[in-house]
């Protein structure tokens, strides 16, 4: 560039014609640069390249430049970085590390101190690009579980249950709510599949969609009914902010003005 800069357009007046530009440039690098001894290998740059370079030349590009942009995600305890709103796995013992990632529109690639060591299709946002071979022998199968089949199986426990699945991964980023829909699934293993729905619809009617809440709520209960007497029915906990019902009351007490 500096010897294109100084011995070219320098100091030189030239049209704002881009043709008549590109014509001067071209002429200027046949007959001047490319036509003096080189002051190093002293041969003539224009017969060196068309005796031994002009052969190896590809095709020009007929497609703009795909600029690429860079980030630094880090590799989550799931085998997967994020990237551009989407989800690439890698290797265990990447774990915990901070990677370089290079994203274009075909293409993602991962680097680690300068070496590339993951290559992945680009996806779109929401989705993700898993390789199976990332994972430790006997784990891949976790890798392949879907969001399709994870609602499918709560539809099939309950009506209820099913709907809040399809609720809690809903979004354009489904994946990051996928162990709450597992941990969904366990509720419905570990206490009776009719209170679990029950519960979902409750709480859908209020438009809470946090499993652990469920759970939380769940243990509450069955921690009252294991401490009852048989055959009684008890109060269950309040809630740690509720008021007394006096408070919403909107006559005047007995016996006031």
Request: glycine letters at 6%.
């Amino acid at each position: 560039m500096p010897f294109v800069r100084e011995r070219w357009f320098a100091g030189e007046s030239f049209s704002d014609d881009i043709a008549l530009l590109r014509d001067a440039a071209e002429a200027w690098s046949r007959d001047v640069a490319g036509g003096r001894i080189h002051g190093t290998t002293r041969r003539v740059p224009r017969e060196v390249f068309d005796a031994e370079e002009r052969g190896f030349l590809l095709p020009a590009p007929t497609e703009a430049f795909d600029v690429p942009r860079w980030s630094e995600p880090k590799v989550h305890p799931d085998h997967h970085v994020q990237v551009a709103r989407a989800l690439y796995s890698v290797p265990t013992r990447y774990i915990g590390k901070k990677l370089r990632a290079r994203v274009d529109k075909k293409t993602v690639r991962l680097y680690l101190q300068g070496e590339l060591i993951k290559n992945h299709p680009r996806m779109p946002p929401g989705k993700r690009s898993t390789d199976t071979n990332d994972y430790p022998t006997g784990k891949a199968p976790y890798a392949s579980r879907s969001v399709d089949s994870l609602i499918s199986r709560a539809r099939a426990i309950s009506e209820h249950v099913g709907v809040y699945a399809e609720r809690l991964l809903a979004g354009p980023l489904p994946w990051i709510k996928m162990r709450q829909g597992y941990g969904l699934l366990r509720l419905c293993e570990r206490y009776a599949v009719d209170k679990v729905d029950a519960l979902c619809k409750r709480s859908l009617a209020f438009d809470v969609i946090d499993v652990p809440r469920l759970e939380r709520m769940l243990k509450q209960a069955q921690t009252a009914e294991d401490a009852a007497p048989p055959g009684r029915v008890i109060q269950l906990p309040k809630s740690r902010f509720a008021r007394d019902p006096a408070s919403f009351s909107t006559m005047p007490p007995k016996g006031g003005e």
